[in-house]
């Protein structure tokens, strides 16, 4: 099946940094999507990306699916942006069900 | 409720019992997904709904898991003879069709003693 491999699996950030993660599968996707678990435990979907950028305030992501890879931008984050975040991709075919990355732990210190 | 809601929020079980955990889904969202979390695991698929149908049933992972949906709303998931390797917490999510954005609810957390 399907790969999604997350990086960096750790990240300690100072308030104020910015930082990029990354996320990289192995076949071709209908879509993919990016996902903050806070530490609540609650899912929150950032961006749905099959492909090209979008941006929602200090957050950005850009697709390239022919290059099948994902790049999360956080800019000046904020102690509220610790959590994990998840890079989630829905393989070909008409499920729509998301093969998950292990995520990337955030933490930003004030 | 404007989001996915699941009940209960917490199940303590012992094990060999039943359980049913519950999820209703964002109003008009005709797909529904359930997902589990854990420790060693991360984040796994078990069943996808369209309507009231389940065409991919495939992250099942044994014949003691069983999932309806009913109306094409809300879905149950049942776990019989409840084994500890079933703790985890059991998260839905719903879309508006099958390729939109998935929104989870806050999951249920299953502990099996």
């Known amino acids: 099946g399907i790969q999604v491999e997350q990086s960096p699996p750790d990240l300690i950030l100072q308030e104020g940094a910015n930082s990029t993660l990354r996320c990289n599968f192995s076949?071709?996707?209908?879509?993919l999507q990016w996902f903050h678990q806070n530490p609540w435990g609650q899912l929150i979907n950032l961006f749905y990306?099959?492909?090209g950028t979008k941006q929602n305030g200090r957050l950005s992501a850009t697709t390239v699916a022919t290059e099948r890879y994902s790049l999360l931008y956080i800019s000046s984050s904020q102690t509220t942006d610790s959590g994990v975040y998840f890079c989630?991709?829905?393989?070909?075919?008409?499920?729509?069900?998301?093969?998950f990355g292990q995520g990337t732990t955030l933490q930003v210190k004030p | 409720g404007a989001g996915v809601s699941q009940s209960p929020s917490n199940k303590v079980t012992e094990k060999g019992k039943d359980v049913e955990l519950r999820c209703d889904p964002i109003s008009g969202h005709t797909a529904l997904y359930w997902y589990r979390q854990s420790l060693g695991q991360g984040l796994e698929f078990l069943i996808y709904?369209?309507?009231?149908?389940?065409?991919?049933k495939s992250g099942l992972p044994s014949d003691r898991f069983s999932a309806e949906r009913t109306g094409g709303s809300v879905s149950t998931l049942t776990i019989q003879r409840t084994q500890q390797e079933d703790s985890a917490v059991y998260l839905c999510a719903s879309s508006l069709n099958w390729d939109y954005e998935q929104f989870f609810g806050p999951g249920t957390r299953l502990t099996v003693l």
């Open positions: 989630a991709v829905a393989p070909s075919g008409n499920t729509g069900k998301l093969i």
């Open positions: 990306i099959p492909s």
């Open positions: 076949d071709s996707v209908n879509n």
């Open positions: 709904f369209q309507g009231n149908s389940a065409p991919d």
